[in-house]
């Protein structure tokens, strides 16, 4: 490829849309162009890296018995009607008229089109497993498309789906996956790649996987436990928690003035926020239903979790229309209709505590929660903080950033049932298949691996997804031996490489920036002084690292090169 | 790949939704599934062929130095606004309103967005010509899906679209990419496959292409002189007219009562259709205009040709609420305010004609073209019939059916124009670059591979897009022998060709029809009888012939076998 007639333009600044590095240096090196909020087109230099990428997904999921298919990105409500998702979902999925004012969609995801394939297809349990898996377009509305293509509305996704006829079955297959994903992401260069237990969400489910690439531009908190194994998302992650003993008293109702927040509080009765309770309060959507949380003064409420133990979408609320006294929620004698009362572990077996009188103005101090609350439960609602302790060797925590580059979920007959999916067993009953489900995002992959591998120069591209292997870099290209020479070696190297021949007459300066930018594993330079010698200069974009090669040796110093870099 | 857990089951029965033979047999061998009206989930065998096919288009896509992108399927409102066809299309095309309630789309083509992609981007006539491809999936949202994946509403098309600097420039790119679409569709395994002129429709632009493969199932007819080189798609064909004389008289009325049709009238004034003068009435589409053709009795009125002469979407009226005496229309002394009238070619220089009167009941004979009517022009808006005279040598033409299986289109500059793409020229000015555009439906070719090779058994896939090479097929899978071998020759073959094996144990019948229906080139028996010479047996799909093979020669044999099919 020449550069001159490359489309996609090298651009000096950082533009002021890109919050993301991988963000900004996809945009100034031409791999990709906004054509909405979260829609982008992939210019050629991120086709070829994208057409790479599913190459290699492609393979693993072969080498596993993955059948590969198409399903379509527009499906009717039907299909998703069985499932109870075409209504459980919110406005995050597409739904429109057809021309014949037929409800139609746009999938996010293609369980229901994936059992629709193999109704009536896959009959008997002799024929199972089955794996199908495909890469095609989703299309998630989401609320706040940011980062490039970290998070966007438009994607390529590789989605498998597997049928199982015992959880056994299921298991040993999802194994597989498993070691397939950390082969995969292996392959695309990724360093700190990591898997952890998650929520399923949305597909529903009961053991679910990601795999998450340590950056700091993650959006996705993960605890880890440097000394054991244990490493989970956030929204599911626990901890054991200090015990923690104040002195038990009576009740006693105080004044507290306008304090209101734990902070106001803990200054004015001069405590810490973990002797307090406080009470974050939920409203349940599309509902008049209350939800009153109650957990340590020093916690946070982790709301998918509250959402998965609900099963209810709720959303934080200002209490406009009830009687609550914002600030001054207390357990003690709290009188609501219609609310939902819970409290989180982290309160279990403390006294001394102070919370609100539901009065203005007033706290009660000296709550002894089982004397004087007596919960008939506690609950896991609450996020793990740094240094609590690990759940399985109680060693102190960390949290590092994420991004989910990859998912895997059992799904059981969450799908099989409703939409009737039945298989022959061995001893002629009928049951309804068990299914896993297996993600990975093609686009989020690009750019995660473009956050863990780049510099302050740009892109550093690992040699198995680069768009090219060589940027065949001539110097003065405005004299004509150059030029000669330059085409020729061009034709010459592409017929072994993926060259990306610089054939602009512009500075070496200009040059060496755009190669750079654009993360191209390997430079080859030649310039007047090189041929003199009858050499060219080679850097490696990785480390810097520099060699003169004689050039009847080049192709063979190439090879080599780019054999220790795969 | 087994058999015994390939998803995609065959059948023996025509489905009653199957209207072509593709369509038919891409169900019967589990090649496509229906998901809803014109939308088909490809099942593994067909994923597989599309893969392939996918991939010989890309290779001579990128011989002509096409760069691979991928544009999105979701689209805004705003840059389809500018080209104007955001108003223009009607509901083929989806619309639909994000969560912001912004306007946005599903792209039915790629026109807008491959401006928008090198908007900005390509600067400099130095930089020309280049062309952007990509595969991906379009909408439309058409009335009448039909045929199985011959007109569907989903699809994932190969679209090109190519810049340019100066009208010479884009007709020799024009050309280059009118080459490759030759070879795409040889190496893709087409036979009777013609370039066709035609029109540009929703397109825009003047000079146009079509690739037609000839095949009865095709619904475009095409009008081929066999004599020299003509040939054109219906919309745009032109003939030479035989010159009729009919005798010159005066004009009178006559009484032809409830003759109303050309039939009736010609019945009743014992004359020929071509003797009279038929009006075809139209309503012009969003206004009360009417149009009125005159045509010479025997012809049609060409609407494609109708359309495009007056800019305008027009549809048969029935005439209501107009004052038109239908059946008795007639070009001499029509009174009608808000109508265009048009006169077709087929009358010029014609006289003794027989036309409507305006009034019930009656006609008027004797009509003599320039002395009566003197039309301030002729048009050409009527379809060519078989047997009519070749534009070119003054031959009988043929009409033969076709499939559109690729176009392309010189754009002009329809698209740069309106949204503002500017390059510098040599001399400095800027202009509008000159746009090219470039398409292939792929599941289309697909099915039309299927419609030109197969026979009553099922599909002939040609060798080069096969699902798999191999169907390997023992027989006697109950026999411990066999089955050992049969595995053994499975790993073995599978090193070095695509192999589909058949490690059911069921009979040789169903064996042998299931590797017919499914169009496997060459199928590789083995047998308890042939183990005993140590041999297997060699079908080739095509041609139905047989040979026995040693076993130590097998592969040998199977790549000579595939050289020669390729």
Not at 444 to 466: F, H, N, Q, T, Y
Not at 530 to 553: D, Y
Request: hydrophobic share 35%.
């Amino acid at each position: 490829m020449r550069i001159s007639k490359l489309v996609g333009e090298r651009i000096k600044e950082t533009p002021n849309s890109a919050t993301a590095r991988s963000h900004s240096l996809l945009l100034r090196a031409g791999f990709i162009k906004q054509v909405s909020n979260g829609i982008f087109t992939f210019l050629p230099p991120a086709q070829r890296v994208n057409l790479k990428m599913q190459n290699i997904i492609r393979e693993e999921m072969n080498k596993i018995d993955g059948q590969e298919v198409l399903m379509p990105v527009v499906m009717p409500k039907e299909i998703w009607e069985k499932s109870g998702r075409y209504f459980s979902i919110g406005n995050e999925m597409v739904r429109f008229k057809d021309r014949n004012d037929h409800d139609m969609l746009l999938g996010m995801t293609h369980e229901e089109a994936a059992v629709h394939t193999c109704l009536n297809v896959l009959k008997s349990y002799d024929q199972l497993p089955v794996m199908i898996y495909q890469f095609q377009t989703k299309f998630r509305d989401e609320a706040r498309p940011r980062a490039g293509l970290l998070r966007v509305r438009e994607f390529t996704m590789k989605d498998g789906y597997s049928f199982h006829s015992s959880q056994e079955d299921l298991n040993k297959y999802y194994q597989k996956v498993y070691e397939a994903y950390f082969r995969i992401f292996k392959r695309l260069g990724m360093k700190n790649l990591i898997a952890v237990k998650s929520d399923s969400g949305m597909m529903g489910g009961d053991i679910a996987d990601e795999f998450q690439l340590l950056v700091d531009a993650g959006e996705d908190d993960i605890v880890m436990c440097p000394h054991c194994d244990y490493k989970a998302n956030m929204e599911v992650a626990t901890s054991n928690l200090e015990q923690i003993n104040f002195k038990d008293e009576p009740l006693e109702e105080i004044f507290t003035g306008s304090a209101k927040t734990i902070d106001e509080v803990c200054d004015y009765l001069k405590i810490k926020p973990c002797q307090t309770i406080k009470a974050v309060c939920y409203a349940v959507i599309n509902s008049d239903e209350l939800v009153i949380c109650f957990i340590r003064g020093d916690k946070e409420i982790n709301e998918p979790k509250l959402k998965k133990l609900l099963s209810k979408e709720v959303v934080i609320t200002d209490l406009t229309g009830t009687e609550l006294v914002k600030g001054n929620i207390g357990c003690k004698d709290l009188n609501i209709k219609n609310a939902i009362i819970l409290y989180d572990n982290s309160l279990k077996g403390l006294c001394g505590l102070v919370t609100g009188a539901n009065k203005e103005g007033f706290h009660i101090k000296g709550v002894n929660m089982a004397r004087d609350i007596k919960p008939e439960n506690y609950y896991d609602i609450a996020k793990v903080s740094e240094g609590e302790k690990c759940p399985i060797c109680n060693q102190p925590l960390e949290i590092k950033k994420g991004i989910e580059v990859g998912n895997i979920f059992q799904l059981g007959t969450k799908y099989t049932l409703p939409m009737e999916m039945k298989i022959h067993t061995q001893d002629g009953s009928e049951i309804n298949p068990i299914m896993g489900c297996y993600g990975i995002g093609v686009g989020r992959c690009l750019a995660s691996v473009v956050e863990e591998s780049s510099d302050e120069k740009g892109i550093i591209w690992p040699m198995s997804i680069a768009p090219w292997q060589i940027y065949l870099c001539p110097l003065r290209m405005d004299d004509e031996k150059i030029k000669a020479e330059a085409e020729n070696l061009y034709q010459t190297l592409s017929q072994d490489f993926e060259v990306l021949y610089d054939d602009r007459n512009v500075s070496a300066g200009i040059k060496f920036a755009d190669s750079e930018l654009m993360g191209i594993p390997i430079r080859v330079v030649i310039s007047p002084r090189s041929l003199e010698n009858n050499q060219a200069e080679i850097t490696i974009r990785k480390t810097g690292e520099k060699t003169f090669v004689e050039l009847e040796n080049l192709k063979y110093k190439l090879n080599e090169i780019i054999k220790s870099l795969s």
